[in-house]
Each structure stands twice: as structure tokens, then as C-alpha cells.
T-cell receptor, first 113, second 113 residues
């Protein structure tokens, strides 16, 4: 069974630009969660989608948004990039419930210059 | 707000030493508890989890964790570590009615051969 895939793996953007990251969950998984990982901060929860609906959202500004498609693939978008948005963005998929094991992708490394 | 504290950011041990990594959370209700591990160059993966029942849970590779409700703790243990246990370990907590995981900042474990 193929794992969680994320594209692109690396991105370099400049302040003020916007970016879209993509995540393809494991086949059959309907829940997709997004996290921001920075050194010393652990993983900060961005949002979680299930069946195209956002079920929960973390404490991030409105510049961070996401969506999920009918095939469970998900995208997240960050508009008006700031230097502080430089991080590893991780996507995780699970079968359905929050307590299910989450399977992580390799992440997208975003650098904002 | 919920939070998760991992007491040690860096731990260095020799092979065969015993390991205990601390994890405390702040939430008074029912929780699901997780330990994830990230080996160098690999994705985050589940080490073990606690939902209910026996507070001593066993995971992969000889790891175990004990849930002590009165102390709001879920410490990870291994009686004898190996060089291959070098990794970053994350504790995560999910409140039963919530669709997000709250993560600790992680503990980097280095095992000296």
C-alpha cells in the first residue's frame, strides 16, 4: 500500500507570495491533518479534514487555509508569505477517527526569503 | 488550552542504559495518548498509544509507556536502549471530543555505541 505523498518536497518563495502544498493520503483514509513543524516547537496543528469538511482548526491566521477533495486528497494554501512561515509542513492521514493512528508523509520544506 | 510538555529536549545515553522520557499534559477530561518516533531520514511513525484499559501499554521495538492519570503523565520507557533507538520522540495528546492532536516539542535521543 502506497504511503502518504506530499508535493512538492521543497519550495523556496519570497515574502508576500502565496504557496499551495498538496497531500495524497493512503488509499482508504478519509481524514487528513496538516501540521507545521519547526525546530524546538514540535508539531503545531493547522487543520483536519474529513470527507471534504474541515472538522477542526488550529490557532493559525487566516492566511493558512486548506481544502479536501472528494478523493480525499488535500491541499493547503498559505497567502502573503512571511519569513516566519519557513517550516516543514507535514500531512498525516488516518482512517476516520481522531484516535486512529496517523500516517505521515515526508513533508514539504518551505523556505521564505 | 491543552498543552503537552516533554521535559528533556536532548538525551544522550550509552547502549544498554535504561530510558525514560517524560511527558505531561494539561487536560482534565478523557484523553487518548500517543508516542511517535522519527528516525533520522524517516517519516514520523507511531510507537504506541493509550486509549483505555491497562495503563501500561507496550509498543514496537521494546518500548512501553505508563499512563498515570493522577499525574497527567504518559512517560515512555525502555529497559535497555540500542544504538538504533537514536531518533526524535514526540508525545501527543488528543482530548476525546476533539479532532486535533496536541504535540510536545519532542526529545532528541542520541545513543552512543
Amino acid at each position: 500500500k502506497a504511503g502518504v505523498t506530499q508535493t512538492p518536497r521543497y519550495l523556496i518563495k519570497t515574502r508576500g507570495q502565496q504557496v499551495t502544498l498538496s497531500c495524497s493520503p493512503i488509499s482508504g483514509h478519509r481524514s487528513v491533518s496538516w501540521y507545521q513543524q519547526t525546530p524546538g516547537q514540535g508539531l503545531q496543528f493547522l487543520f483536519e479534514y474529513f470527507s471534504e469538511t474541515q472538522r477542526n482548526k488550529g490557532n493559525f491566521p487566516g492566511r493558512f487555509s486548506g481544502r479536501q477533495f472528494s478523493n480525499s486528497r488535500s491541499e493547503m494554501n498559505v497567502s502573503t508569505l512571511e519569513l516566519g512561515d519557513s517550516a516543514l509542513y507535514l500531512c498525516a492521514s488516518s482512517l476516520s477517527q481522531m484516535g486512529d493512528e496517523q500516517f505521515f508523509g515526508p513533508g514539504t520544506r518551505l523556505t521564505v526569503l | 488550552a491543552q498543552s503537552v510538555s516533554q521535559h528533556n529536549h536532548h538525551v544522550i545515553l550509552s547502549e544498554a542504559a535504561s530510558l525514560e522520557l517524560g511527558c505531561n499534559y494539561s487536560y482534565g477530561g478523557t484523553v487518548n495518548l500517543f508516542w511517535y518516533v522519527q528516525y533520522p531520514g524517516q517519516h514520523l511513525q507511531l510507537l504506541l498509544k493509550y486509549f483505555s484499559g491497562d495503563p501500561l501499554v507496550k509498543g514496537i521495538k521494546g518500548f512501553e509507556a505508563e499512563f498515570i492519570k493522577s499525574k497527567f503523565s504518559f512517560n515512555l520507557r525502555k529497559p535497555s536502549v540500542q544504538w538504533s533507538d537514536t531518533a526524535e520522540y514526540f508525545c501527543a495528546v488528543n482530548a476525546n471530543s476533539n479532532y486535533q492532536l496536541i504535540w510536545g516539542a519532542g526529545t532528541k535521543l542520541i545513543i552512543k555505541p
